[in-house]
Nanobody
């Protein structure tokens, strides 16, 4: 059974930092590209960041470029999202996900496995 479990969410003030983790079991993440998405009530789940199998290439949504960093530890089957300079508009439930492809890494539809999400709240 494949499980992705996010952790590290919480309440933080504007300008603060959080580090999200995604612990994966049931698959070897070294065979997958990985991504982080986020969703707010009434809106679609949007791409935030993605990383290829080996970690050499990272992709970011424009609004988080330069503030967020995605990384992975394949040996530990872990995915991370370091979030700095947080803004109230970053408030959302954050999800990690796994996909076998790279070409459509920004597309929600290409992902096979999803976590349950962790809530990030940024106060103004």
């Amino acid at each position: 059974q494949v499980q992705l479990v996010e952790s590290g969410g919480g309440l933080v003030q504007t300008g603060g930092s959080l580090r999200l983790s995604c612990a994966v079991s049931g698959i070897t993440i070294g065979h997958f590209s990985m991504g982080w998405f986020r969703q707010t009530p009434g809106r679609e789940r949007d791409f935030v960041a993605g990383i290829n199998w080996g970690g050499e290439f990272q992709y970011y949504e424009d609004s988080v470029q330069g503030r967020f960093t995605i990384s992975r530890d394949n040996a530990k089957n872990l995915l991370y999202l370091q979030m700095n300079s947080l803004k109230p508009e970053d408030t959302a439930v954050y999800y990690c996900a796994a996909t076998t492809g790279l070409e459509h890494i920004k597309s929600r539809a290409s992902y096979l496995y999803w976590g349950q999400g962790t809530l990030v709240t940024v106060s103004s």
